[in-house]
């Protein structure tokens, strides 16, 4: 049985730093693409951030790039969000994903599995 778990979320003020983890078991985990998406109170699933099987390439929503930083540790099955410079608009659920086939990472659609989520509250 597959099952993606999140942790490291929490309350933090504007400009803080947060580093969100996704432990993965269940599957093979080198044969899956991870992603982190987000999804506020009232506002739609959006992709955060991605990368590959091989850890080779990421990918970025424009409102996150160059404050967030996705990374995967194959030996440990952790796939890490570490988000930096945090806005009062970060703030929402946080959710892993993985996905076996590359490419359109912001499809949710094209998703496996899906962890449960972890809350990010940032004050203003």
């Known amino acids: 049985q597959v099952a993606l778990v999140e942790s490291g979320g929490g309350l933090v003020q504007a400009g803080g730093s947060l580093r969100l983890s996704c432990a993965a078991s269940g599957l093979i985990f080198t044969r899956y693409n991870m992603a982190w998406f987000r999804q506020a109170p009232g506002k739609e699933r959006e992709f955060v951030a991605a990368v590959s099987k091989n850890g080779g390439s990421t990918y970025y929503a424009d409102s996150v790039k160059g404050r967030f930083t996705i990374s995967r540790d194959d030996a440990k099955n952790t796939a890490d969000l570490q988000m930096n410079s945090l806005k009062p608009e970060d703030s929402a659920g946080y959710y892993c994903?993985?996905?076996?086939?590359?490419?359109?990472?912001?499809?949710?659609?094209?998703?496996?599995?899906w962890g449960q989520g972890t809350q990010v509250t940032v004050s203003s």
């Open positions: 994903a993985a996905k076996f086939y590359s490419g359109n990472y912001a499809q949710i659609s094209s998703y496996d599995y």
